[in-house]
């Protein structure tokens, strides 16, 4: 189960080292390791993920649009990587714990994100956060790979209370430079904890290639830890269902940790305060492309017949509704004054934090007139 070592020489020597399912034209593959986890997805599933992708694009340009003008402080784009979100997260159970980093919109629309709560954090409103109870999924972490901790934290309890869940932790490719990805993987492994690792390998660390920092695949890593691994295709949803799938049932049934590397590509800026047109080549992107998740799938889903023009239509309708009520809930939102930070900090007035507000109020004033 554990990937080649072959040295990455490029691109095309890259995807060559991924399980696939679906080829970009839309033709679909055989493949002994993931066809058993996929035998009960039906046309009408796929159309239906197709339909969950089309929806987490449109929600992230909405997004983009609503920071471009001024309404989120920062935006954080999936596109590109819908398939290797959308398709993990179709797999697990509702029971099961997410731990996320910052970019996964497609794993908050599968777990039910309210509308409210893709851009509450973004626009530094009062309860920034989704209920993580109701989710199932913890908070989204900017702080590059703890979030693996917390899962193997949480993976513990798991294993404290008998439990048969999983805990599930998202990264990108730069967060496996980190120390606390790599002690997360020590302990996960060292205790048999019911922990998945999902590694989005999008090519780019902020505006450094993954090449800078493997110059092998990433899921060859996994096994320095005791830990499994499987490599797909991150374009290819899937192959990313039949890879969570078996890191589920491995997780699950007491083995211990399980890795994947979902080989995928941001088409976006790593941030909206990113400008990528100074780091990448334009001939990469436009390659990457031709390899679009959703455009795959439809590829697929047109050529078996269970998707045509008015179906299409209809779900891009659908997706435009989402990123309405999405703009409309944002737009509604009630901003308290930005003094009331340091409200119900403490039970019992403290001279410290008076101090402090006392502070901010001076900074604050200083803009009057400005």
Not at 119 to 148: F, N
Not at 225 to 254: K, Q, Y
Request: charged share 20%; glycine share 8%; net charge negative.
């Amino acid at each position: 189960m554990s990937p080649s070592i072959t040295p990455i020489a490029d691109t095309e020597t890259d995807l060559a080292l991924t399980e696939q399912l679906i080829a970009p034209d839309g033709t679909r593959r055989a493949n002994p390791l993931l066809d058993p986890f996929v035998q009960d997805v039906s046309p009408t599933d796929l159309l239906a993920l197709f339909r969950d992708m089309s929806v987490v694009r449109r929600i992230d340009s909405e997004g983009i649009a609503l920071q471009r003008q001024g309404q989120l402080g920062l935006w954080a784009p999936c596109q590109g990587q819908e398939a290797a979100q959308v398709g993990t997260a179709r797999a697990l159970r509702e029971d099961d714990v997410v731990f996320p980093s910052y970019r996964e919109t497609g794993v908050m629309y599968v777990r039910g994100a309210d509308p409210g709560d893709y851009t509450r954090a973004w626009r530094g409103e009062e309860g920034a956060s989704y209920d993580p109870a109701v989710m199932h999924m913890a908070p989204l972490q900017i702080i590059i790979g703890a979030q693996t901790l917390h899962a193997v934290g949480y993976a513990m309890g798991i294993r404290a209370d008998e439990s048969d869940q999983v805990a599930v932790t998202y990264f990108g490719d730069g967060a496996t430079s980190q120390g606390d990805v790599n002690e997360a993987m020590v302990f996960a492994s060292s205790y048999r904890l019911p922990v998945v690792f999902v590694c989005q390998n999008n090519h780019w660390a902020i505006s450094e290639p993954v090449a800078v920092q493997s110059q092998f695949p990433i899921a060859g890593r996994a096994p320095g830890f005791g830990i499994p691994s499987l490599r797909v295709d991150g374009n290819d949803i899937l192959a990313c269902v039949a890879a969570m799938r078996w890191a589920t049932e491995h997780a699950r049934s007491g083995k211990g940790p399980a890795f994947i590397e979902a080989v995928t590509y941001r088409l976006g800026p790593h941030t909206t305060a990113d400008d990528p047109t100074r780091y990448r080549d334009p001939a990469e992107l436009e390659a990457w492309r031709g390899r679009d998740p959703l455009l795959r799938l439809e590829r697929l889903l047109r050529a078996e017949g269970v998707l045509d023009d008015a179906q299409a239509a209809e779900i891009a309708a659908a997706a435009d509704e989402a990123a309405r009520t999405l703009r409309a809930t944002c737009l509604a939102m009630t901003t308290r004054p930005a003094l009331a930070v340091f409200d119900n900090v403490y039970a019992t007035p403290h001279t410290g934090l008076s101090e402090q507000r006392a502070a901010y109020a001076d900074y604050l004033a200083s803009f009057e007139g400005v």
